[in-house]
């Protein structure tokens, strides 16, 4: 029995193990992609549409600790830089906490939030953690930047 799961952690290793360590980083860019896409898309939306957002803010998000219009400015350049910083993986810790801050800041304001809703943010809140916790991993400038640093070090 022994010699069986030996040989089949054996297998594991040398087939799995290559195939997880090249998909893992791409599955971490299309998430950091998937969630960058969300909020981006959102600033957009509030960019187009200022009276609205400005509305909105006044009206119907109770920010708290905010004017309604330093909120709204601030939701919206967040909404539109961190995504671009995270899908090229540049500060992609400060970009996750930002948008996680931003995420949590929206299920706070909003008064009534449907449960499909509060499931979305939880994910994206799921997504954004994970970028905090890993970093943007081997697709991303803060690697690259990494790496140059490290060669730099030694090279000295």
Known sequence: MNAIAKNTATHYARFVNPVTELLQPVANVIARIYVAMVFFRSGLTKLNDWDSTLMLFEYEYSVPLLNF????????IGELVL????IVGLA???????LLIVNIVAVISLEEIAPAAYNEHLIWGVIL???????????SIDNLLKRKLKQQLISQ
């Open 83 to 86: 995504p671009m910083l995270l």
């Open 69 to 76: 219009k330093v909120a709204a400015w601030m939701a919206t």
């Open 129 to 139: 953690a994970h970028v905090i916790i890993w970093g943007g991993d081997k697709l």
């Open 92 to 98: 992609s810790r400060f970009s996750a906490a930002g």
